[in-house]
């Protein structure tokens, strides 16, 4: 069966098996756990999810990975609420700034570890700290006065609006998908990524420019990251504390069940994107079961390691 | 500064000598150890910041219960770094440190009570718990094959659960008598636990199994060819590495005097600049727990010495994430230097 799929295929394919049973496993338990709106609620939950792991399969296919995912995220969320203050007429300048924070975030990391030679964990690691400090020191712990405002109705209608049956930010995250599978397979920037994943030494003998995709991928995951908190500002109306932290984990996870390597150089975004579904469709069978947190939580790791088991396994030599 | 020219070595020779010439005992010592004191100078120095602040604003030098506190709280965090060392020599990453913590912390709380040979077999029980969660990720890690970073990130969403399981709700309670032997409020007695530490780190350092540790983080692959036997001694490393976050978990419960299913999460990250601060390379083979535990009070005094400089504490975390850049910045560029020198 390998004659007609590649290992890499097998796995993205898994990753979607996987992401199926679960809503077949939904529907048995539960009536109407694949229903239309029910289906839709849940890929609408894993889109935020979704679109972290963009940025984080972007970082992960260069053997790197971003650990400053949970306080970019949070301070774009309470950036695009504080500098737009709710309302349409500042919209597009509170994106922008938001969305170009995330990046400047991300940039920084790229540059100490191309530049200054830092580790990518302890970089992108103290980059989260410089970010909370940033972001609880200027809102004042969220105690400002713009620190209560709504998200733009723009920016609501975003991801709340409904187009062609479908909510909005589930279109957005389709483009994302689409845009960000097409730089990987098709683009110079995608062979690229994959190239200094695979042997950043021989990537850079082959003329391949490894300090300016390096630091443009990172700056691609403190964006994506940023475009999750805005939308998620959309999507609950207001910004809070700790709203980023579950976001490393299940970024990662969901890069990890899709099929791409830890290691880099293998590995693809509709895996990952999958592999976001698969994450949040266990949960919500989970909770459809009544399931305690504990429990969850217990299960939720099990079946990490089991997918792990399955097909994550290094070859042996 | 003065720089040899670099004509005079071929592009990408490695550092050693050429054969035949000998470096100075001191100068060696220096070259192998330089991550080690790195540590243990940013120790000192911020241990002199420290006192200075302090004796500036108090009018008097920090006394006894600012160095037991202080030795108290960075207990735990010494011990997960400990143990975050062994897994990061052999080239791996511990992200379950968070849940093995909250999971004897848990366990400490409820279970430590009663007579002084009840709570001895419950503490020896509980590390048991650590060891079986430290065995569980090694034998993954060594038999399974799989990557440290996400088995131990499944593991520790595992070992969460554990915890919230045995104590949904923050409460349980530890004895004061048991308070006393391990954090002592009234004295830096806990100063022996790091002795003891160091003490049994410089035998495992000198023993079979930790040669075989440096070996397997300097090349695996090498490594197995000279017969060291590397699943085995994964195994036994993520083991005795989950004793020592287990211990971690007591000292916690120790100083809370109760327990929280989640306040060892923390543990996870901490560990890691811990670790980094010490001086231990995340790329294996490098370091010693004696820089982490360093780097443990490190972190410790640059929390002090935010307090006393008067720093906002919204602003913490990023001063200790700019400190963590510059630390490893200046330090790998001093190493740089210190391996040049002849």
Same mark, same amino acid.
């Given at each position: 069966m390998n004659a007609v799929l590649s290992p890499a295929a097998l796995r993205i394919l898994a990753a979607y098996g996987a992401a199926v049973l679960l809503f077949v496993l939904g529907a048995l338990i539960h009536p109407g756990f694949a229903s239309f709106p029910s289906v839709s609620a849940i890929l609408l939950i894993a889109s935020f999810v979704g679109l972290v792991a963009a940025g984080q399969c972007f970082v992960i296919l260069i053997g790197g990975i971003d650990l400053s995912v949970p306080w970019v995220l949070n301070a774009a969320a309470i950036l695009i609420a504080t500098s737009s203050l709710g309302e349409n007429s500042r919209a597009l300048y509170a994106l922008a700034l938001t969305l170009g924070m995330g990046a400047l975030a991300g940039l920084a990391n790229g540059a100490a570890i191309v530049w200054l030679g830092v580790p990518a964990v302890v970089m992108t690691l103290a980059m989260n700290g410089i970010v909370e400090g940033l972001a609880l020191g200027l809102s004042g712990g969220m105690t400002c006065a713009a620190c209560a405002s709504y998200a733009p109705p723009l920016v609501r209608a975003a991801v709340h609006g409904v187009f062609l049956g479908v909510p909005a930010a589930l279109w957005l995250w389709l483009a994302v998908i689409l845009l960000v599978s097409f730089v990987l397979s098709f683009t110079r920037f995608g062979r690229a990524t994959y190239a200094i994943g695979n042997n950043s030494r021989a990537a850079f003998l082959a003329g391949v420019n490894v300090s300016l995709t390096t630091i443009s991928l990172y700056a691609l995951s403190g964006l994506f990251a940023a475009l999750a908190g805005i939308l998620l500002v959309g999507f609950g109306g207001q910004a809070s504390l700790g709203m980023g932290a579950p976001y490393l984990f299940q970024s990662i996870a969901a890069v990890v069940i899709g099929g791409v390597s830890i290691l880099g150089g293998r590995g693809h975004y509709l895996g990952a994107a999958a592999g976001a579904v698969s994450l949040t469709a266990l949960v919500s069978v989970l909770l459809a079961l009544n399931m305690p947190e504990y429990g969850r939580s217990i299960i939720y790791g099990v079946v990490i390691l089991a997918l792990l088991l399955l097909y994550g396994r290094e070859q042996r030599e | 500064m003065p720089r040899e020219s670099p004509d005079l070595a071929p592009a990408g020779a490695p550092d050693d000598e050429p054969a035949g010439t000998r470096r100075p005992r001191a100068a060696h010592i220096i070259g192998q150890n330089i991550g080690?004191?790195?540590?243990?100078?940013?120790?000192?120095?911020?241990?002199?910041?420290?006192?200075?602040?302090?004796?500036?604003?108090?009018?008097?030098?920090?006394?006894?219960?600012?160095?037991?506190?202080?030795?108290?709280?960075?207990?735990?965090?010494?011990?997960?770094?400990?143990?975050?060392?062994?897994?990061?020599?052999?080239?791996?990453?511990?992200?379950?440190?968070?849940?093995?913590?909250?999971?004897?912390?848990?366990?400490?709380?409820?279970?430590?009570?009663?007579?002084?040979?009840?709570?001895?077999?419950?503490?020896?029980?509980?590390?048991?718990?650590?060891?079986?969660?430290?065995?569980?990720?090694?034998?993954?890690?060594?038999?399974?094959?799989?990557?440290?970073?996400?088995?131990?990130?499944?593991?520790?969403?595992?070992?969460?659960?554990?915890?919230?399981?045995?104590?949904?709700?923050?409460?349980?309670?530890?004895?004061?008598?048991?308070?006393?032997?391990?954090?002592?409020?009234?004295?830096?007695?806990?100063?022996?636990?790091?002795?003891?530490?160091?003490?049994?780190?410089?035998?495992?350092?000198?023993?079979?199994?930790?040669?075989?540790?440096?070996?397997?983080?300097?090349?695996?692959?090498?490594?197995? =060819?000279? $017969?060291?036997?590397?699943?085995? +001694?994964? &195994?036994? #490393?993520?083991? @005795?590495? /989950? %004793?020592?976050?287990?211990? *971690?978990?007591?000292?916690?419960?120790?100083?809370?005097?109760?327990?929280?299913? =989640?306040? $060892?999460?923390?543990?996870?990250? +901490?560990? &890691?600049? #811990?670790?980094? @601060?010490? /001086? %231990?390379?995340?790329?294996? *083979?490098?370091?010693?727990?004696?820089?982490?535990?360093?780097?443990?009070?490190? =972190?410790?005094?640059?929390?002090?010495?935010?307090?006393?400089?008067?720093?906002?504490? @919204?602003?913490?975390?990023?001063?200790?994430?700019?400190?963590?850049?510059?630390?490893?910045?200046?330090?790998?560029?001093?190493?740089?230097?210190?391996?040049?020198?002849?």
């Open positions: - | 080690l004191i790195l540590a243990l100078s940013i120790l000192l120095v911020s241990v002199v910041v420290f006192t200075g602040l302090f004796a500036f604003e108090q009018r008097r030098l920090p006394g006894n219960f600012e160095i037991t506190s202080s030795v108290n709280n960075t207990m735990p965090l010494a011990l997960a770094a400990s143990g975050q060392t062994l897994v990061v020599l052999t080239r791996g990453i511990d992200l379950s440190v968070g849940g093995v913590i909250d999971l004897t912390n848990a366990l400490a709380a409820i279970f430590l009570a009663g007579s002084v040979l009840h709570m001895i077999v419950v503490s020896a029980l509980i590390l048991l718990v650590g060891a079986a969660a430290g065995l569980l990720n090694g034998l993954l890690v060594g038999l399974g094959r799989l990557q440290p970073i996400v088995v131990t990130l499944a593991t520790l969403s595992i070992f969460q659960g554990l915890a919230i399981r045995v104590l949904p709700q923050p409460g349980g309670s530890v004895p004061t008598g048991y308070t006393a032997v391990l954090v002592n409020p009234n004295a830096p007695s806990a100063l022996l636990f790091v002795g003891l530490a160091v003490l049994g780190w410089m035998a495992l350092r000198r023993s079979r199994l930790g040669v075989a540790i440096f070996a397997i983080g300097n090349d695996e692959q090498a490594a197995i =060819t000279l $017969g060291i036997r590397a699943q085995r +001694t994964k &195994i036994i #490393a993520y083991t @005795l590495s /989950g %004793v020592l976050y287990a211990a *971690g978990g007591l000292f916690l419960a120790a100083s809370a005097t109760s327990g929280d299913a =989640t306040t $060892g999460d923390v543990y996870t990250l +901490t560990s &890691i600049v #811990a670790v980094v @601060l010490g /001086g %231990v390379s995340l790329f294996g *083979g490098r370091g010693s727990a004696i820089g982490a535990i360093g780097g443990a009070f490190i =972190t410790t005094m640059i929390v002090n010495i935010l307090f006393f400089a008067h720093i906002d504490p @919204l602003y913490q975390s990023f001063y200790e994430g700019l400190f963590l850049v510059i630390a490893v910045v200046l330090g790998a560029a001093v190493g740089r230097l210190a391996r040049r020198a002849r």
